[in-house]
């Protein structure tokens, strides 16, 4: 991979820590109501940290995308505010908040080279031709598009393309990236690849990324913190880890991931133990969602990495929870095996992690399912 010069990386450090001394994207009780039965974003309130790469992570119509254009200014507030740097730009058009914006389409000029493509902002804000020489010059090194500045855009693969939109945006050193499902038109392989890319250009420049998707691996893999958005309003922010072994909410830990999922209705942790079934399991108070509460229902989760399977209940260790199952299907993954499992007399979908090269079970096999306490986490439905 080509490596920056030491005078372009002084450069984009320098912009590094001028975006992290002062880049903050604060939004306050912030609604966009469109005259439906529900609010498409509905009095949320979120601190995106300077410099932070946050990720707004949503099924479709969450209200992700309208949240990241009434950021931009594409879309009016109905009530709240947006503050960057602590200033309120609710009432400033797009053009004067300085943002940068990168689109899944690409958005570039047809008949414009790469270098007018990625120059066009600067001249827009009326630069000084040597300046735009060296800016531009600096940002395609940096997404690595040395040597292809006359190409037009049609010479250019998808990804080139999406380097070019991503040049175009960060050339006039904005303080804050707005990117809106930028990889969503590309292949896996080549999603993959650009991720990579995204999250060292966050690192080089160093300004606030705000990055929208409907990707949970995508967001898993480049956030600082995720945003989960469900039905105009935020489930659930924290880091990528955080969301995931400690979900507050079912939606939010069958959104990231597969889980195991039993429901128990409304219940309030007795002695430490809650009963699904005939079983009795024993809960650690650290696994407990701050949103469980004895007036809504509730259901025990467990990650598939997080269950083991024995033969019989003798193997199981004293201090574990178990369930009997049945295997239904046996899944090769390459590093791992999946046991598709039915689980209690409910015959829940289940799943459980095994090594790749065992061959302990077969189909329709009766066995057992356990996990430690620390392994499960009881949250709101």
């Known amino acids: 991979m080509t490596q920056l010069s030491q005078s372009n990386s002084e450069t984009f450090a320098a912009a590094s820590l001028a975006a992290k001394s002062g880049t903050e994207v604060r939004l ?29 992570l949503g099924p479709s119509g969450s209200g992700k995308t309208t949240t990241l254009n009434l950021i931009a200014g594409f879309e009016v507030l109905t009530k709240g505010q947006v503050l960057l740097n602590g200033q309120d730009v609710g009432a400033l058009p797009p053009h004067k908040r300085n943002l940068g914006m990168l689109f899944q389409n690409y958005a570039l000029f047809p008949h414009m080279s790469v ?19 060296r800016r531009v010059g600096e940002v395609l090194e940096l997404v690595q598009l040395v040597g292809r500045d006359k190409h037009l855009p049609k010479q250019l693969s998808g990804g080139q393309q999406q380097r070019v939109a991503l040049a175009r945006a960060i050339v006039f050193n904005p303080k804050v990236l707005l990117l809106d499902e930028p990889l969503g038109a590309l292949d896996r392989n080549l999603r993959g690849a650009l991720q990579l890319e995204i999250r060292r250009i966050h ?9 929208v998707t409907h990707d949970q691996d995508e967001a898993m893999n480049l956030s600082d913190r995720i945003a989960l958005f469900n039905e105009g309003e935020i489930e ?32 309030s942790p007795i002695d430490n133990a809650v009963a699904w079934e005939d079983e009795r399991w024993a809960v650690d108070a650290n696994t407990v969602s701050p949103k469980v509460a004895s007036d809504r229902g509730s259901a025990l989760v467990v990650r598939p990495e997080g269950v083991s399977v024995s ?41 459980a992690r095994i090594d790749a090269q065992s061959s302990d079970f077969s189909l329709g096999e009766e066995v057992v399912a356990w996990w430690r306490p620390y392994r499960q986490r009881l949250v709101a439905e």
Do not use: C, W
């Open 311 to 351: 033969k019989n209940r003798s193997e199981v260790p004293p201090d574990a929870n178990a369930v009997k199952a049945t295997i239904l299907d046996i899944e090769y993954l390459g590093s791992y095996r999946t046991l598709v499992l039915a689980l209690g007399d409910a015959r829940l979908n289940g799943r």
């Open 115 to 133: 270098y007018d493509n990625v120059a066009y902002p600067l001249r827009e804000r009326k630069t000084a031709k040597d300046e735009i020489q």
């Open 28 to 56: 306050e009780g912030v609604t966009k109501d469109f005259g439906l039965a529900k609010p498409a974003v509905d009095d949320i309130t979120l601190r995106i940290e300077p410099g932070e790469f946050m990720t707004l």
């Open 203 to 211: 690192r080089e420049v160093g300004s606030t990324f705000v990055f």
């Open 236 to 267: 659930q922010v924290g880091a990528p880890e955080e969301l995931y072994a400690r979900p507050e909410t079912l939606f939010t830990a069958k959104f990231l991931g597969d889980s195991n999922v039993f429901h128990l209705g409304k219940v």
